[in-house]
């Protein structure tokens, strides 16, 4: 029993600790700075504006072949 205990990584007082760390956070922790999700409407309008964007840049195209060659 003794060897066993020499034999482990960390203490059981260190197991305590982490164990105790668990739950709080590091201060030097980098949080990410994440958006929050659109809300449905959002992402609805956004879509449809991209689809009349794409309409609108797809009208404008002029075709290649009313081109005249020489």
Do not use: C, F, I, Y
Request: no cysteine; hydrophobic share 15%.
């Amino acid at each position: 029993m003794t060897e066993e205990k020499k034999n482990r990584l960390t203490t059981e007082e260190e197991e305590e600790q982490l164990k105790n760390k668990e739950g709080q956070r590091p201060e030097n922790e980098v949080k990410e700075d994440v958006p929050p999700d659109s809300p449905p409407e959002q992402a609805n309008k956004e879509e449809a504006e991209r689809k009349d964007d794409v309409q609108k840049q797809k009208d404008e195209k002029e075709p290649l072949d009313n081109e005249e060659d020489d």
